[in-house]
Nanobody
Framework: QVQLVESGGGLVQAGGSLNLSCAASGRPFSNYAMGWFRQAPGKEREFVATITYNGGITDYADSAKGRFAISRDNAQNTLYLQMNSLKPEDTAVYYC??????????????????WGQGTQVTVSS
């Protein structure tokens, strides 16, 4: 089992920044690829960014490219998502997720094994 706990969400004005964290416990964090996903009310859960087990490869949704940065600290068992230039359409519950493996992580949320409880991000216009 892997336990994931997100933090760092909140209310921010458009153009502002937030840094989300995801603390992992349980099995060795470095064995897992990680991802950030989000879900807005009435919408499907969607891919935001993923990162390989060692941080060597990252992948971003088009909506996140150039504004968001995913990173991880395997020594601290923590995943991050730095979000800059936030827009009202970024408003959603943000989830971190993990998947065992060393290849490029998939973009589809259904292929991840463990999930956090989510953290709310609200961007006001």
């Amino acid at each position: 089992q892997v336990q994931l706990v997100e933090s760092g969400g909140g209310l921010v004005q458009a153009g502002g920044s937030l840094n989300l964290s995801c603390a992992a416990s349980g099995r060795p964090f470095s064995n897992y690829a990680m991802g950030w996903f989000r879900q807005a009310p009435g919408k499907e859960r969607e891919f935001v960014a993923t990162i390989t087990y060692n941080g060597g490869i990252t992948d971003y949704a088009d909506s996140a490219k150039g504004r968001f940065a995913i990173s991880r600290d395997n020594a601290q068992n923590t995943l991050y998502l730095q979000m800059n230039s936030l827009k009202p359409e970024d408003t959603a519950v943000y989830y971190c997720a993990s998947r065992m493996g060393w290849g490029r992580p998939p973009r589809f949320w259904n292929e991840y094994d463990y999930w956090g409880q989510g953290t709310q991000v609200t961007v006001s216009s």
